[in-house]
């Protein structure tokens, strides 16, 4: 159900250097995210009320972006907070990836002393497809990663294991979140008496990178949000599907080309879980979009 634009063009050796480069940046941002209480967290108001960022935002992206710039500083690199960069130099192609980093997924949590909050950073190639992702949160001493065909994985306060995704022989429990657009939000209140159709109940975390691991490792049965950025769920949606889980990422405007207007990523809905939940949120959604049939 996952939407790939092509095959990976880089080799799996060369796959998991950089799965190896994006947790060691990770572990660099969330390093600094592990500083909350030793310094202000000197939060400023973006879009909303519960739209924020913090230095500990900018402070975790720069030292995310000084990790994979020491190694490939030719690499073109898309932050939530500093933008997107693309160095001039040799790398050029297939040769050269894309990084998306999402510094501190969760800031409204991170304020208000909530422990879901994490460092995500993901890379795709040239032609989109996502190779390597990692989504560290400090607070809960876990770190999730996956490859292109390498699996998805877990270190729990250091005790690793596969992910394989939700039992089946359980109550289901669905995750969201909501915009910090008022009418996009409202609209989200009322569609949810429908996502709930065969699910016990929901959960609200506040972080989507972390939602999408936690359907990945089984703790979650399902996800679904609309008005995601790429950052979001670079990373997460990757981690998903290498546990073997359905997932539909939205297809939005590249950020290379000035990513999606706002009226385009409040449209795209992201899903994770059963393959008949991706394919019915993707049905209902493309039908408010285009109209009826």
Known sequence: MTTRRAEPLLEPGSIQSLLHLARQAAAAGAAVLGRRGSAAIDATRKSSDSDWVTAFDLAAERAVRGVIIDSRPHDVITGEELGTTVPAGPSTGADRVRWSIDPLDGTTNFIRGILYYATSVAVADAAGTW??????????????????????????????????????????????????DPATRSEQVGELGGLLAGFGDLRRLGSAALDLCLVADGTLDAFVERGLNEHDLAAGALIAEEAGVAVRRPDLTPMLDGGPGEAERLAAVTVAGPAELVAAVTGASARSIDGPS
């Open 131 to 180: 190779l390597a992702g990692v989504v560290h949160a400090p607070a809960l001493r876990r770190v999730y990663w996956a490859s292109r065909g390498g699996g998805a994985w877990l270190s729990d306060d250091g005790s690793v294991r596969r992910l394989s995704g939700p039992a089946a022989d359980r109550g289901r429990l669905l995750a969201t979140g909501f915009s910090y």
